[in-house]
Nanobody, 122 residues
């Protein structure tokens, strides 16, 4: 499966963005999908994930309550709605997919998109 992340951009603190992760080459409904982010000089961080059914959606502690992950299997796309954005949310956001169970560990994901940049101004 090939993944294409999009929707990043510049937003003011307190604003919202919705990221999309579109799949091609395979049906995304068979995969768990995760979002990760990486800011300059920092390790890659787990943001959120969603099981193939959509019933399991773990979140990272720093985004829980502000971000929402969802999927539209008919459109072969997973979304990350980001609200109440903070300057510390600025990073390159990556989506990843795997056929195994949903998880927070980046090493468990086989397929990765190219990343989309989110910038949050204070």
């Amino acid at each position: 499966v090939q993944l294409q992340a999009s929707g990043g951009g510049l937003v003011q603190a307190g604003g919202s963005l919705r990221l999309s992760c579109a799949a091609s080459g395979s049906t995304l409904s068979s995969y768990a999908v995760g979002w990760f982010r990486q800011a300059p000089g920092r390790a890659r961080e787990f943001v959120a994930a969603i099981s193939w059914s959509g019933n399991n959606t773990p979140y990272g502690a720093r985004v829980k309550g502000r971000f929402t992950i969802s999927r539209d299997n008919a459109k072969n796309t997973v979304y990350l709605q980001m609200n109440s954005l903070k300057p510390e949310d600025a990073a390159v956001y990556y989506c990843a997919a795997d056929r195994t169970r949903v998880g927070w560990n980046a090493l468990e994901y086989t397929y990765w998109g190219q990343g989309t940049l989110v910038t949050v101004s204070s």
